[in-house]
């Protein structure tokens, strides 16, 4: 596609639901990126695919937390249990390679009550 | 650890008038540099990025900044600021020893007065 999209764009739960945060990233981009950005406050990097190598998982804060992703196409973002401190606006980027520029989606926004 | 700090929270500026949005990193290698802006519901858009060469960089909308190494600064400028220029502005740094994972500001954001 043209850009990196990402669904759904809200979300509102139950505190101790499980949620799924999908990322379909640029056409051709190897590399797909997760970050977290809390309410005023910069990007938190949370979890990095480069082709079939292993994920860079450094940046995830609980085990509640987890990504995976197809091939080099979508990824799915899951957080289980979810806390209140869990709501924040959660950014997938995606770019061609590794040091490449990554370009941003427009973010689901997740409210945990 | 790399970091990156922007210290001014919120900037008012005048339309018309010229900007300087500060930031300054932590790196242990020759960093690459971004400057990225978010507007309101919207996702980060990239304005300008240093990886090497020239230390000083043209980016969209008119904006550009300079590396300075030995200041450990990336400070971003427009020399004439348009209303639409309101937004949220963020620095990042990644690359190098880091891999691949960019690390950010906090942000500035930027208000214009007609």
């Known amino acids: 596609g043209a850009g990196v999209s990402q669904s759904p764009s809200n979300k509102v739960t139950e505190k101790g639901k499980d949620v799924e945060l999908r990322c379909d990233p640029i056409s051709g981009h190897t590399a797909l990126y997760w970050y977290r950005q809390r309410l005023g406050q910069g990007l938190e990097f949370l979890i990095y695919f480069q082709g079939n190598s292993a994920p860079d998982k450094s940046g995830l804060p609980s085990d509640r937390f987890s990504a995976e992703r197809t091939g080099e196409s979508v990824s799915t973002l899951t957080i289980q249990r979810t806390q209140q401190e869990d709501s924040a606006v959660y950014l997938c980027?995606?770019?061609?390679?590794?040091?490449?520029?990554?370009?941003f989606g427009p973010g689901t926004r997740l409210l945990v009550l | 650890a790399q970091s990156v700090t922007q210290p001014d929270i919120h900037i008012t500026v005048s339309e018309g008038a010229s900007l300087e949005l500060r930031c300054n990193y932590s790196?242990?290698?020759?960093?690459?540099l971004f400057w990225y802006v978010q507007s309101p519901g919207q996702g980060l858009q990239l304005l300008l990025k240093?990886?090497?060469?020239?230390?000083l960089v043209q980016g969209i909308k008119g904006f550009e900044a300079e590396f300075k190494r030995s200041q450990s600064s990336f400070n971003l400028r427009k020399p004439s600021v348009h209303w639409s220029d309101a937004a949220e502005y963020f620095c990042?740094?990644?690359?190098?020893?880091?891999?691949?994972?960019?690390?950010f500001g906090g942000g500035t954001r930027l208000m214009v007065k007609p």
């Open positions: 990042a740094v990644g690359g190098g020893n880091a891999g691949n994972m960019l690390t």
């Open positions: 790196y242990g290698a020759t960093p690459y």
């Open positions: 980027a995606s770019s061609r390679g590794f040091q490449e520029t990554q370009y």
């Open positions: 240093y990886f090497s060469g020239d230390t």
